[in-house]
């Protein structure tokens, strides 16, 4: 059976698509006419296919049985969950809303304002030199940092001080990114503070041509070198 056009065909973007409809499919089963049990299927290929994609892309575990893995289970999580995402599009009781949050209205079809994301980011350290940090970030669950399905943004906040943050409210807008791993400098004097980190998805845009925040991932700190 051929894909919807729906479901991206570039591993990556699947990825994302994947972690978003078993994330949605989770949190609220019946909304979207599926049930638990369908719930748990879709989250199971989507781990696998995950889990398989970031063997086969990794250069230190590339090879031709990994890749051949990942097809499998690209091809595996793709019979599974076709079908749920076609009975989904032809629900007429899920709202179109919801439709497009889950991610199955035809992309050829007229654009629809794209809905606030439902995954949070998570934040960790990959290095550190002298005032200097690069972070990596990626939904929560996911084993590649492949942004939500409809994300464009990472919106970064931060704050340095002697001690933790520890309300959101404390934290500086730093930016939007497109891409991790993200480079954070600082100046001589934070040498031996702690910054704290908060980060949310953006979509390009949402009701009424308002770009949508996702919620905020937890606070994470590390000492500045």
Do not use: H
Not at 29 to 39: E, K, R
Not at 154 to 159: K, Q
């Amino acid at each position: 059976m051929k894909n919807p056009s729906y479901i991206p065909a570039k591993d990556s973007l699947l990825a994302a698509w994947l972690l978003n409809f078993a994330t949605r499919a989770t949190a609220s089963p019946a909304t979207y006419g599926l049930t638990a049990p369908d719930a748990l299927a879709i989250t199971g290929v989507k781990t696998a296919f995950a889990n398989a994609l970031t063997i086969a892309t990794d250069p230190s575990t590339r090879t031709p049985a990994s890749i051949a893995a990942k097809d499998a289970a690209k091809a595996s999580a793709l019979a599974v969950v076709r079908p749920f995402a076609v009975s989904v599009s032809m629900n007429a009781a899920v709202t179109n809303e919801n439709k497009v949050a889950i991610g199955v209205t035809d992309r050829s079809a007229t654009p629809t304002p794209i809905p606030a994301p439902a995954v949070a980011p998570d934040i960790s350290l990959l290095g550190a030199t002298p005032l200097n940090q690069q972070l990596q970030i990626k939904p929560v669950g996911a084993s590649n940092k492949a942004k939500p399905a409809g994300c464009v943004a990472i919106e970064l906040a931060r704050s340095v001080g002697t001690v933790a943050a520890t309300d959101p409210a404390q934290l500086s807008i730093v930016g939007q990114f497109g891409k991790t791993p993200l480079l954070q400098s600082f100046d001589a004097g934070d040498r031996g503070k702690v910054v704290t980190y908060a980060a949310r998805y953006r979509t390009r845009s949402g009701p009424g041509g308002v770009s949508q925040a996702g919620p905020w991932s937890a606070l994470t700190s590390f000492v500045v070198m």
